[in-house]
T-cell receptor, first 114, second 114 residues
Framework: AQSVTQLGSHVSVSEGALVLLRCNYSSSVPPYLFWYVQYPNQGLQLLLKYTSAATLVKGINGFEAEFKKSETSFHLTKPSAHMSDAAEYFCAVILPRGYQKVTFGTGTKLQVIP | DGGITQSPKYLFRKEGQNVTLSCEQNLNHDAMYWYRQDPGQGLRLIYYSQIVNDFQKGDIAEGYSVSREKKESFPLTVTSAQKNPTAFYLC?????????????FGPGTRLTVL
């Protein structure tokens, strides 16, 4: 079975500052990993995904994440926060064998302060 | 434009009533999913379907029912047996249920029990 933990249910950053959202996973085999973003009262949109190719994954809107097997982490970063980045972010994990349920983290709400 | 539509956006239900949430996709995806989202709990899987006329229970299926008579449609019925149905419901689809397939989400339906 797999699990994912997002550290910090709320994160605040100043506009222009580094964004770092933390995600740690647990799985029996190297998983596939995803970051999704959700704006208020909307569905989720894929930011990026790791599928065992390059460990540094670039996504939309300037976000990127690095898969670190030794740390079982997949933290999401963006060098400079923009007001439009304010949203809730979800990390998700799935095992790469047959049908496996996607497991979502509990989410991190990002607040960007002007 | 290809995508997933959910209707209605807001739904109010009296206790003891069954209600049906609509989900339609024109992405030609085989797999479809229903999730429930509550604050601070992430997304929890209610039901999923890998192919027409087939569906399986997720983690919290009690009090819910689904059908998959057409590839593009996956309606969810919230029955009176669901004791705490007030939540945000998200429908998603993916090409298949195996591999690193991205899940595409609809805009959601917010259900409130009066």
């Amino acid at each position: 079975a797999q699990s994912v933990t997002q550290l910090g249910s709320h994160v605040s950053v100043s506009e222009g500052a580094l964004v770092l959202l933390r995600c740690n996973y647990s799985s029996s085999v190297p998983p596939y990993l995803f970051w999704y973003v959700q704006y208020p009262n909307q569905g989720l949109q894929l930011l990026l995904k790791y599928t065992s190719a390059a460990t540094l994954v670039k996504g939309i809107n300037g976000f990127e994440a690095e898969f670190k097997k030794s740390e079982t982490s997949f933290h999401l970063t963006k060098p400079s926060a923009h007001m439009s980045d304010a949203a809730e972010y979800f990390c998700a994990v799935i095992l790469p064998r047959g049908y496996q349920k996607v497991t979502f983290g509990t989410g991190t709400k990002l607040q960007v302060i002007p | 434009d290809g995508g997933i539509t959910q209707s209605p956006k807001y739904l109010f239900r009296k206790e003891g009533q069954n209600v049906t949430l609509s989900c339609e996709q024109n992405l030609n995806h085989d797999a479809m999913y229903w999730y429930r989202q509550d604050p601070g709990q992430g997304l929890r899987l209610i039901y999923y379907s890998q192919i027409v006329n087939d569906f399986q229970k997720g983690d919290i299926a009690e009090g819910y029912s689904v059908s998959r008579e057409k590839k593009e449609s996956f309606p969810l019925t919230v029955t009176s047996a669901q004791k705490n149905p007030t939540a945000f419901y998200l429908c998603a689809s993916s090409i298949s249920t195996s591999g690193p397939g991205t899940q595409y989400f609809g805009p959601g339906t917010r259900l409130t029990v009066l």
